[in-house]
Structure formats: structure tokens, C-alpha cells
């Protein structure tokens, strides 16, 4: 009788079998896939050597082209081959027209939420555009490493918004890969460089590629990255380098009355780049369009680049100052990305962090190496402790307030583990509990959320209602486990509450909560309004019959008192039958505005009762 074979869920049943997995760094200039080889990350060649894909895809209709061929073609072929497509991803068709001569494609115009161009073979979306370099990215890996791909690692942007990573993410679906999770650039760098092994402190991550920048600024403690701060620009990079020099040649060169050609442009963006690289080895380049040719000098290029280096280093004095710390509190800057090869960036990034910045590890390849380091331990083939799995929470964690409406505390997609506070309050006079009731989900309203637990805050000192402050906290670790704690501030009465099903969800349920808050989102926002004015309308009534029932009879005479009741009864009715949000606006202000003259008089009375047997003196 054969032995059961057992293994721990998610391993591989052989214990010695190495899974097969790969990082992709899909850049706006280029891309490349990288793997752990021999205990060793590095990135993989294709057949003749070339270990960097350009990110270029060209449509002909024999089929489709991606690669150096591709790029060879830019000038000649411009409408159906297309470059720089990370900078459409995850953008509204709308978004793009304000992005000019940038992307000299034909795109097509309808009521398409996405970008979409035309080519000779089709319409397409950025997305499938993405996918085909994707699939020969997967293919160079399954060739190198002789074996079916368990899944990927992609790394994206830390400034990429949730379309563009959702963007991502269905490209890769559709070349056909697993996606083992979507890492954030900066954080892959620093895995990279193993600042993860090393010593607790503050590490800045400077990522200038060819079409977006990131400024990340990531604090290690007992091996756990914390993110302190993110900023950057999803639009700014190298190819902006290439666009000043293409701006300053058109100046330098003569074409009469003749607009130049797109073809011309493309040809000269290719030589700009060109130039751009070849000025970290020399003090001058030459750029030739026809029978001219002129000099691009280094200062010249550094003259032309600063006001673009200006913007990045803006970005991190930002980054800085949302972490809510110093240039001098930086232990070290790592540089990615294939335009910090340009050596004004670096100096001036070492001026700024007054620090030699990390330029070991080639700035191509450096986030590459860390999501293949990620995408070995996510495949099960590191042991348990070796690397700490950085993760995001799927949905938003909150509170339930006043009104059955969900405060976000986390929002989703937030990097754990992570903390995050916010303060309460109390909604009645002499309040001394509060009922806590920790939510999951996109939605507006608590009913359309998923319910993780509730717990009770009690001992509260009585107040009137607003005048406690609770102070709630909620705690994601590295395993997942979400606490909750509620501590009233003046006191120091506490609870708390952890709760571990939270990230129990499926995948296929993520989703429909995601696509729910999507197709609802209008009817929620508009649900959302009207509870919160109904709340602000049962406040507004309580506070009014308390002052009457406490003052009314003394500072009102019998017809002022009808007025404010006619006015109140008004609120009440309202509040109960109208189910549109501006007309219970309305009708508070409406009271409000009845009630100032009472409101006056209570006031007076209170100074008056204050002031009784005093001085005014005494209180200056």
C-alpha cells in the first residue's frame, strides 16, 4: 500500500520541486523578466542575449511584432506601432485628448470609457497592447527556464491608481499568467538591495523610468517595511527628457515654412534618446536629420532637463514632509529606473538627500531582481521566515457612524501591516457606551457591507453629546490580523476587539464587491447624503426640544413658541417623508434661521448666569 503523500496547504506535494516564477517589470521604455536561479535573482536574455524588451508593440498584417524590431519601425510605421502604452493604462478616453502630441496615434473617438486606437489590424485597447508584451516576457521564461510558470510577479508604480493597476492586471489575465500580486516598484527596489535583511531605519526610493516617477519613503523596523509616504507624477519621466531635446533640435535645425512630418518627429525622438544616453558617457552628442547636423553639449542638456529634475525633487520634499520628516533623517537613496542613468539626476538627487545615492544594482534591472525575489517566496520555494510577504488589504476596513453610514479607517489597497486612527464623538448628552461595529466593503451604507464584529466601549464619563473624544485604531500585521481599539482620550477607558476572518473572502467575492460599489456608486453617494442629513436633522430636533423643555417657558412668550414648534413640526414631517437630501437641507437651515433669536437669548442668559457675583476684571 502506497504511502499518503501530505504537505502544507499551498506547498508542493514534491518537497524538493522548485517552482517556476518569474517577476515582470513592465516599463513605459522597456521591460524584463527575472527569476532566482541557483539561490541567485537575475534577469533572463533572450536568444540572442538581450536581456531588455523594449515596450514597443507593432501591428502588421501578418501579425504582431514587439520587441527592437518594433522600435526599428517607429518613424517609418507610426500608426501601427505603438510605444510608451504604461502611460495609457488605467486612463479614461478623456483623460488623453489633454495629453496632446505625446501619443501620436490614431485614436479613436466613441463612447468607450477607455483609450481605444486604431492599427491595421483593429481597434485596441491599451490593455491588449500591454498583453502582447506580457506574453513574450512569459514565453522568454518558460523557454530559459524549461517549464510551465506557476505564476508572476508584475511590479507596478506606487503613484498607480486602482484603474491603473486593475488595467494591469487584466493584461495579464489576458496573456494568459497568474498574477501572484501586483508589487509596488519602490517596494521591489528595496527588496532588490535587501534592505529588508538590513539594519531598522529610513530608506527613500527614487524611481524615474521612462514615463512615470515615484518618490517612496519607506521606513524598516524588525524587518517589516513600513510605507511613511508616496508621491510622484504618473506622467512625467525619460521620454519627457527626449521631448525637451526634440523641442530644443526644432529650433536648432531649419525647415523653412514646412511643418515637420510626424515620421520626422519619430525620427527625431529616436535620436533624442539616443543623444540622452550617449551624454552619461560624453560631453556632447550630435543629432543628423537629412544634410544637418548639430551639437547637443552635456550643459546644454542639464539646461533643458532641470526644469523636469525641479518637479521630481518638488515630489519628494512633498514625500518628506507627508512622513513628517527631515532630508537628514534619510539613511540611504536607491535610485531605479533607466533615467537615473542620467548623470545631472543623480547629482542632483545627492544634493537634495545630501547622501551618495545607491547605484549598484543596474537601474534597469533593480525592480526586475526584486519581484523575482517576491514571486520565489510567494511560490512557496523560499522557507517560511526567509522574506516577509508585503500584501495590501483587498477592500476598505471601517466603522459604522450615526445614520447606518461605513467611516473608511483603511482604504483598500492599502500596503500592510499598517495602522491608521481617526476620533468620535458621542451623539446624546450624559452618553456613557458606545456600540462599535467594524465593517468591510466599497459601500456608503452599513447594510450593503460585510459585518467583521462588533464590541462595546463602556465607562464613558457623561458629557454632553460632542464633547467626548473616542479615538479609534485600527491595526492590520503582517499576518492579516486586523485589531480594533476604542480609547476614550480624557479618561483613558479602552476596548478592543481582533478579529481574523477578515481576509477569509474569495476571490470571485472581492470581486463582486468591488463591481457592486462600482454599479451602485451613484445610488450610494446619494443614499449617503440623505442619511447624513437625516442625522443632522434628528441632532438638530433633540438639541431644540431639550432647550425647550429646559428654558422655554422662561425666554419665550406663547406666540414666538408657536412659531418655533410650527417650524420644528415642519423638520419632523420632512425628515419623515422626504427622501430627497436638499430638501432636508432646507428645512434645518429653515429651523435654524427661526430659532436664531432663541438661540441669542439662551445664550445671553447663560453669560448673564456666568458672570453673577463677578467682576469683569477677574476674567482678563
Known amino acids: ?132 508584451m506580457l506574453k513574450v516576457l512569459a514565453q522568454r521564461a518558460v523557454e530559459t527556464l524549461g517549464g510551465d510558470l506557476t505564476g508572476v510577479v508584475i511590479t507596478v508604480p506606487a503613484y498607480f491608481d486602482d484603474a491603473q493597476r486593475q488595467a494591469t492586471k487584466d493584461a495579464a489575465r489576458l496573456a494568459g499568467l497568474h498574477v501572484f500580486r501586483l508589487l509596488n516598484e519602490p517596494t521591489a527596489a528595496a527588496v532588490a538591495y535587501g534592505l529588508d535583511r538590513g539594519a531598522d531605519g529610513v530608506h527613500a526610493i527614487y524611481d524615474l523610468g521612462g514615463g512615470t516617477f515615484d518618490i517612496s519613503i519607506l521606513r524598516l523596523h524588525n524587518g517589516v517595511f513600513e510605507v511613511m509616504s508616496t508621491g510622484g507624477d504618473s506622467a512625467l519621466g525619460g521620454d519627457d527628457f527626449d521631448h525637451v531635446i526634440v523641442e530644443w533640435a526644432l529650433l536648432q535645425f531649419s525647415f523653412g515654412d514646412v511643418k515637420p512630418a510626424l515620421p520626422l518627429i519619430r525620427e527625431l525622438l529616436m535620436q533624442a534618446r539616443a543623444a540622452k544616453e550617449a551624454l552619461a558617457d560624453s560631453a556632447q552628442a550630435v543629432l543628423r536629420l537629412n544634410d544637418q547636423e548639430i551639437a547637443l553639449s552635456r550643459d546644454t542638456f542639464n539646461q533643458l532637463i532641470d526644469p523636469l529634475i525641479r518637479k521630481t525633487l518638488t515630489a519628494c ?218 442625522v443632522d436633522a434628528a441632532r438638530v430636533i433633540e438639541a431644540l426640544n431639550a432647550a425647550l423643555a429646559d428654558d422655554g417657558d422662561q425666554l419665550l412668550n406663547a406666540a414666538e413658541r408657536q412659531i418655533i414648534e410650527g417650524a420644528l413640526t415642519h423638520l419632523q414631517q420632512t425628515a419623515a417623508e422626504v427622501r430627497d437630501a436638499d430638501q432636508l437641507k432646507v428645512a434645518i437651515t429653515e429651523l435654524e434661521q427661526t430659532c436664531d433669536f432663541y438661540v441669542e437669548r439662551r445664550m445671553n442668559t447663560r453669560i448673564r448666569q456666568a458672570m453673577a457675583g463677578h467682576n469683569v476684571n477677574e476674567f482678563q
Not at 320 to 349: C, N, P, Y
Not at 377 to 403: C, F, H, Q, R, Y
Open 317 to 534: 520634499r512633498r514625500a518628506l514632509r507627508d512622513a513628517g520628516l527631515r532630508v537628514d533623517d534619510i539613511k540611504e537613496v536607491v535610485m531605479v529606473g533607466g533615467s537615473t542613468r542620467t548623470l545631472r539626476v543623480r547629482e542632483k538627487v545627492g544634493e537634495f538627500f545630501a547622501t551618495t545615492p545607491l547605484v549598484d544594482i543596474d537601474p534597469d534591472r533593480v525592480v526586475a531582481i526584486g519581484a523575482a525575489l517576491q514571486a520565489n517566496a510567494l511560490a512557496g520555494n523560499e522557507s517560511e521566515n526567509a522574506m516577509l510577504l508585503l500584501d495590501v488589504n483587498p477592500l476598505s476596513l471601517g466603522i459604522e457612524t450615526m445614520g447606518g453610514l461605513v467611516e473608511k479607517i483603511i482604504p483598500r489597497n492599502t500596503t500592510i501591516p499598517v495602522a491608521r486612527a481617526q476620533e468620535f464623538t458621542t451623539y446624546k448628552d450624559g452618553q456613557t457606551a458606545m456600540a462599535l461595529h467594524v465593517l468591510q466593503g466599497e459601500r456608503e451604507l452599513a447594510a450593503d457591507c460585510r459585518s467583521l464584529a462588533r464590541f462595546e466601549l463602556r465607562g464613558i464619563p457623561p458629557m454632553v453629546a460632542g464633547a467626548a473624544r473616542i479615538r479609534v485604531t485600527f491595526s492590520v500585521d503582517a499576518d492579516g490580523l486586523l485589531q480594533v481599539e476604542a480609547e476614550e482620550q480624557s479618561h483613558g477607558v479602552k476596548a478592543d476587539i481582533e478579529i481574523k476572518p477578515s481576509y477569509g473572502l474569495s476571490e470571485g467575492e472581492i470581486t463582486q464587491m468591488l463591481q457592486a460599489s462600482i454599479e451602485h456608486a451613484g445610488e450610494d453617494m446619494q443614499t449617503r447624503k440623505l442619511a447624513e442629513q437625516q
Open 1 to 132: 500500500m502506497a504511502l499518503l503523500q501530505i504537505a502544507e496547504p499551498g506547498q508542493s506535494t514534491a518537497p524538493h520541486e522548485h517552482r517556476l516564477a518569474v517577476g515582470i517589470d513592465l516599463g513605459t521604455t522597456n521591460s524584463l523578466v527575472a527569476s532566482v536561479l541557483s539561490g541567485k535573482a537575475v534577469t533572463l536574455p533572450d536568444a540572442v542575449g538581450e536581456h531588455l524588451l523594449p515596450s514597443v508593440v507593432r501591428y502588421t498584417e501578418q501579425g504582431v511584432v514587439v520587441g527592437e524590431a518594433a522600435r526599428a519601425t517607429l518613424a517609418s510605421d507610426p500608426l501601427n506601432t505603438i510605444a510608451s502604452i504604461k502611460r495609457l493604462m488605467g486612463r479614461a478616453a478623456e483623460d488623453i485628448k489633454t495629453l496632446g502630441e505625446q501619443f501620436p496615434y490614431q485614436l479613436v473617438e466613441g463612447n468607450a470609457a477607455t483609450p481605444r486606437i486604431q492599427t491595421i489590424q483593429g481597434v485596441l485597447t491599451p490593455v491588449e497592447i500591454s498583453a502582447e
